[in-house]
């Protein structure tokens, strides 16, 4: 946990021992956390430099106390941001060389190339590692929606603040539970489409990312990046089209669902059916039984009053459900 202040793992599990006793040998210490004592001694050392631990003789055996963490740990976080912030600042002079740079591009230094598949799924996690604001993606039935690609960084993302809307075929929610790549709706707008061109990434409307296949599906050729220009509007309002013409899939359920009685599983069903989801996929993704989402349907046709599945999704659109 504190690696981020400089201190290997074995370090801190030394410390955080001291921390819960009043005062400890290397032997002991060892003993606890099943380490040698001579790599004890050279932690304890190392810890002792930077004001962590303190030690004196106690008869004929040298024994160590931890420093107040308020004040051991305290310091190093304050000289830490002290770096973070000089880095930040610098962080903004490059980027303003690099605005200043990129008005004097030339028509071939606004498309770089990312060679091979590895370095293009690389590159996609950096991308979305360094957004602030936005992030667009378009997602297709591909190896980017598999296991392998766990959608960690999009996560992260959204911690920290990032918006996401997030382009996906329908065909993606054939993989059962892969709602969860998409945290839940919680921090990403989802809206499916029957199909996509291709796969798309646009970060803070400033850097885009393609693939250089022509086949949407072909991460051999790895990827282009595209930088501000001409054909980067043109890629952003692209997406902008294919949302604007997509239908929502995550969006809490209406006041007026709310106020009919539907609850959230209610909602969930209403609008994975309108976007074309069979009762047993409608159920892999909700992790719920066919019968229960057999059942829901039956009580929602109902209450609707319509007697199959097409005028329900009728219904729904015109009492404000959906």
């Known amino acids: 946990m504190l690696e981020v202040l400089g201190l290997s793992p074995d370090e801190y599990d030394l410390y955080r021992t001291l921390v819960e006793v009043a005062s400890a040998t290397p032997g002991d210490l060892g003993d606890v956390v099943g380490m040698p004592v001579a ?20 008869g004929s055996e040298e024994h160590f106390t931890a420093s107040p963490p308020t004040v051991a740990l305290g310091s190093l976080i304050v000289e830490r941001q ?9 962080l903004e002079r490059l980027n303003d060389l690099y605005r200043k740079a990129a008005d004097d591009r030339t028509a071939s230094d606004l498309v770089d190339l990312v060679p091979g598949r590895d370095a293009g799924l690389q590159r996609v996690k950096q991308l979305v590692r360094a957004a602030r604001r936005e992030v667009r993606l378009s997602v297709r039935t591909t190896k980017l929606t598999s296991s392998e690609y766990g959608f960690v960084e999009e996560r992260r993302a959204v911690e920290r603040g990032v918006r ?14 892969s709602l969860s790549d998409f945290h ?26 393609v693939p250089v296949m022509a086949s949407p599906d072909d991460l051999s050729g790895g990827a282009l ?13 692209l997406f902008e089209g294919m949302w604007a013409g997509a239908s929502p899939l995550l969006e809490s359920q209406s006041a ?3 106020a009919a009685g539907l609850d959230d599983t209610d909602a969930r069903i209403l609008r994975l059916l309108n976007a074309g989801l069979t009762d047993h996929k409608v159920a892999n993704q909700l992790s719920l039984s066919a019968r229960t989402v057999q059942r829901r349907m039956s ?20 009492r404000g459900w959906l």
């Open 39 to 58: 790599d004890v001694s050279a932690y304890l050392s190392s810890l002792e430099q930077r004001g962590l631990v303190g030690r004196h003789v106690d």
């Open 82 to 90: 002290r770096w973070l912030r000089r880095a930040e600042i610098e």
């Open 164 to 177: 996401f809307r997030i382009l996906a075929e329908r065909a993606v929610l054939d993989r059962p539970n």
């Open 184 to 209: 839940d709706g919680e921090g990403m707008d989802v809206r499916l489409a029957s199909a996509l061109p291709s796969r798309l990434l646009v970060v803070d409307s400033e850097i885009a990312m």
């Open 225 to 237: 990046i595209v930088h501000r220009s001409g054909l980067l509007d043109s890629l952003i309002a």
């Open 256 to 258: 007026d669902a709310r």
């Open 299 to 318: 009580r929602l046709m109902e209450r609707a009053e319509v007697e199959t599945r097409l005028q329900l999704g009728v219904a729904a659109k015109q």
